[in-house]
């Protein structure tokens, strides 16, 4: 008995000690511990990237101690100076579908993620610069998608980059005439002609051919790995890729692209949708708000004016650049689940009241199909026509300036149930 209790007092002391030990906040010099789960955490220096401390809960003591939190204590840290990132393929695909929670997974802002990893840019890049490299980057599957979907600012930065670096010799429209071997430099002294992109042959091949070349140039071209970073290289190809379009009257922009199945316009992400949340140009996210916050019935007749949703005249076609805005509603609509709304099509006084009113019925209903491939179930959408009935001053005669017919050809919407 005695020995057994003399056990029980030394297990106990065991266990206390273990206790004082093994969770131990970081303070001065001493990192810390945890017994579970991570055992110990280090708050070193590191470059470039964190992934360790997802579960670390003492930013209380680092702010104490550091007057940051851990998370601001391990945020991208310049590279040690003189030393050479490794890097990491951390890029998500733009065709991804969860793309939108990966990016932000990737930096540092989802709830599962309390430290950030952030993204350094800093890509390897494993296809050694041998002719069978070359031969095997030309259709590689991890090349073979743009990772970042088609931006306006993407597209930007890529002309500008592209005009800095290549369009000396492959000429600012890609035609393989730029300066550097164009008759009207009198001193030319290029001998080997840049390769024209607009050639069914460069048009067709895939994107891995472009970032190959991009890392080891070919020929008498250089390498362009130093001067520009991985996001860089795939921002000058999209341009590349825009000005291919440009020639074969294609679309390739952040709201289509028709040129080939290689990359993804911006619209067609999720992040798209949270931009054009942030964007809302119609003020779509306030008016709907305000529709929700409304205790009275009458919030059935508030009619949200989508001003940035357009058709190809006299027809039901949406515009690409519409995307944008229906992207906002099909994203209110799965914020608010029970939501159900109304669009309503109008037309101005031009041409035929049967034909305005077949249009105006196609027009509205084209905005539900949309929001329908959004995922937006069918109980939930409504869609009617009123031709040229109900100007938007209630008033004819506004059909009579074209000021007046602008603002009649319209759509609206309200929310019909809450
Ligand atoms: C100094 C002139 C020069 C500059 C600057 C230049 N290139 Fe080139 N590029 C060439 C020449 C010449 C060729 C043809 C090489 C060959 O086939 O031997 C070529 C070929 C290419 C090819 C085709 C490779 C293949 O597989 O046939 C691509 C793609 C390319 N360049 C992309 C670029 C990009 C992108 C830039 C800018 C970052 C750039 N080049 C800058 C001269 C240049």
Not at 202 to 207: K, P
Not at 392 to 414: I, Q, V
Request: include cysteine; glycine fraction near 8%.
């Amino acid at each position: 008995m005695r020995k057994n209790l003399r056990i029980l007092a030394v297990a106990l002391s065991f266990l206390t000690i273990i206790g004082f030990e093994a969770c131990s906040p970081a303070k001065g010099d001493h990192p810390g511990s945890e017994y579970m789960p991570d055992m110990g955490h280090s708050i070193a220096y590191e470059a470039n990237v964190i992934t360790e401390y997802y579960h670390n809960t003492w930013d209380a003591e680092s702010k104490k101690h550091s007057g940051k939190t851990v998370r601001e204590l391990s945020l991208h840290n310049k590279p040690v100076k003189g030393t050479i990132p490794r890097g990491y393929a951390g890029v998500v695909n733009a065709n991804n579908k969860d793309r939108a929670a990966k990016m932000k997974f990737l930096r540092g802002e989802s709830s599962t993620n309390a430290m950030a990893i952030p993204l350094n840019g800093k890509v390897p890049y494993y296809i050694p610069n041998t002719e069978e490299g070359r031969t095997y980057a030309a259709t590689a599957p991890e090349l073979r998608n743009n990772p970042f979907p088609i931006t306006e600012k993407g597209l930007k930065e890529g002309k500008e980059l592209y005009e800095i670096y290549c369009g000396i010799c492959h000429g600012n429209k890609g035609d393989g005439n730029g300066y550097l071997v164009a008759d009207e430099n009198k001193n030319v002294k290029y001998l080997s002609g840049p390769t024209d992109y607009l050639t069914d042959e460069l048009i067709d091949a895939e994107n891995g051919r472009y970032y190959h070349t991009i890392m080891y140039g070919k020929g008498v071209m250089g390498s362009y790995k130093d001067k520009l970073s991985y996001k860089e290289r795939w921002n000058v190809i999209h341009y590349i890729r825009a000005l291919q379009a440009k020639k074969r009257e294609l679309a390739y922009s952040q709201y289509e692209n028709t040129l080939n199945s290689w990359a993804v316009p911006a619209v067609d992400t999720d992040l798209a949708i949270e931009d054009a949340i942030a964007a809302d140009k119609s003020g779509l996210v306030k008016g709907f708000n305000n529709v929700l916050k409304d205790t009275t019935d009458s919030y059935k007749s508030t009619l949200l004016k989508l001003n940035n949703v357009f058709f190809d005249t006299g027809k039901a076609t949406l515009k690409p650049e519409s995307k944008l805005e229906l992207n906002v509603i099909a994203a209110l609509l799965q914020q608010n689940e029970s939501a159900k709304i109304k669009i309503d099509g109008h037309t101005d006084s031009t041409g035929e009241p049967t034909a305005n009113q077949a249009l105006s019925e196609a027009r509205a209903n084209a905005v539900k199909n949309y929001l329908l491939g959004k995922g937006i179930a069918v109980s939930r959408l409504q869609a009617e026509g009123f031709g040229q009935t109900q100007p938007h001053n209630g008033n004819m005669s506004s059909n009579l300036t074209e000021e007046g017919k602008a603002l009649n050809r319209r759509t609206e919407m309200s929310v019909i149930s809450k």
